[in-house]
T-cell receptor, first 114, second 114 residues
Framework: SQQGEEDPQALSIQEGENATMNCSYK?????LQWYRQNSGRGLVHLIL?????REKHSGRLRVTLDTSKKSSSLLITASRAADTASYFC??????????????FGSGTQLTVLP | DARVTQTPRHKVTEMGQEVTMRCQPI?????VFWYRQTMMQGLELLAY????????DSGMPKDRFSAEMPDATLATLKIQPSEPRDSAVYFC????????????FGPGTRLLVL
């Protein structure tokens, strides 16, 4: 079952505008990651934020994490047509003695119109 | 430019046939994951390996699916016999020894079972 749920499911904006996507999860996490998936391609890791962090930046990306509300947001500033893709949040918990599994949300389909 | 490779990229087969999907993880990565993506279920973790040993395959239908790592450069996912409900995109991802939180995805195998 999916732990993270993204909101909105679909978002359409004009080039140059900012895009904000939200993710909610259900249980305690070690960290939360955002991935991008272009149509017909595999997922690409964008950014990771740990449970003891509240905000992180990477280029035009800004991620926030509120562990009390079990939610995260991904902000893409000054969007470009090339940002058109599906964006997924993925939560990580640690199973003792095993690899750290990713549990993916349902994704937000972002369309940036030129 | 190191990347995860998957073959075949597309597979169309008839119900009841055996399907084998292959994955070559990034050299030096010791953790390999298999995911399935469908519109209805999203991304689901099927199984994963660390140092070629299966750690968790609880997400995989045991009666028809099997996953193996014959060596460090090859992971396989087999479906026998295949069913129409197995139609999906199957992704392999690998992760390095130290930073197992970040996963690197292959381009996927798009499977259609008629």
């Amino acid at each position: 079952s999916q732990q993270g749920e993204e909101d909105p499911q679909a978002l359409s904006i004009q080039e140059g505008e900012n895009a904000t996507m939200n993710c909610s999860y259900k249980t305690s996490i070690n960290n939360l990651q955002w991935y991008r998936q272009n149509s017909g391609r595999g997922l690409v890791h964008l950014i990771l934020i740990r449970s003891n962090e509240r905000e992180k930046h990477s280029g035009r990306l800004r991620v926030t994490l509120d562990t009390s509300k079990k939610s995260s947001s991904l902000l893409i500033t000054a969007s470009r047509a090339a940002d058109t893709a599906s964006y997924f949040c993925a939560t990580v918990y640690i199973s003792s003695g095993s690899a750290r599994q990713l549990t993916f949300g349902s994704g937000t389909q972002l369309t940036v119109l030129p | 430019d190191a990347r995860v490779t998957q073959t075949p990229r597309h597979k169309v087969t008839e119900m009841g046939q055996e399907v084998t999907m292959r994955c070559q993880p990034i050299l030096g990565h010791n953790t390999v994951f298999w995911y399935r993506q469908t519109m209805m279920q999203g991304l689901e973790l099927l199984a994963y390996f660390r140092n070629r040993a299966p750690l968790d395959d609880s997400g995989m239908p045991k009666d028809r699916f099997s996953a193996e790592m014959p060596d460090a450069t090859l992971a396989t996912l087999k479906i026998q016999p295949s069913e129409p409900r197995d139609s999906a995109v199957y992704f392999c991802a690998s992760a390095p020894v130290v930073r197992t939180e970040t996963q690197y995805f292959g381009p996927g195998t798009r499977l259609l079972v008629l």
